[in-house]
């Protein structure tokens, strides 16, 4: 499995961004059984995690992000997007994209793209 993010980019305090998360080299029926995440890294802090969308989609947030920030997922493009609104200077960091098969437990990391909120 390959996790290809994209989406990030430089925005201003208050502003709005998409993250895309795609799934490569997995077929569809692995990905529904799959548990997806966003964690982000700020410089010379702990990776944390941001949301998650389980394969039920059940969902859960990082206090910090709640009611500014929604993840959801289309399992049918094998994707999931983190919906990033009212972005704030220390929503500043790299975000990853995570996927947990919930079968054997085989956790993938994507790249990560980068994001950053000027005030």
């Known amino acids: 499995v390959q996790l290809q993010a994209s989406g990030g980019g430089l925005v201003q305090a208050g502003g709005s961004l998409r993250l895309s998360c795609v799934a490569q080299r997995t077929i569809l029926s692995t990905f529904t059984i799959c548990d997806m995440a966003w964690y982000r890294q700020a410089p010379g802090k702990e990776r944390e995690l941001v949301a998650q969308v389980t394969s039920s989609r059940n969902t859960n947030y990082a206090d910090s992000v709640k009611s500014r920030f929604t993840i959801s997922r289309d399992n049918g493009k094998k994707t999931v997007y983190l919906h990033m609104n009212s972005l704030q200077p220390e929503d500043t960091a790299v975000y990853y994209c995570?996927?947990?098969?919930?079968?054997?437990?085989?956790?993938?990391w994507g790249l990560g793209t980068q994001v950053t909120v000027s005030s």
């Open positions: 995570n996927l947990v098969n919930t079968r054997d437990r085989t956790q993938y």
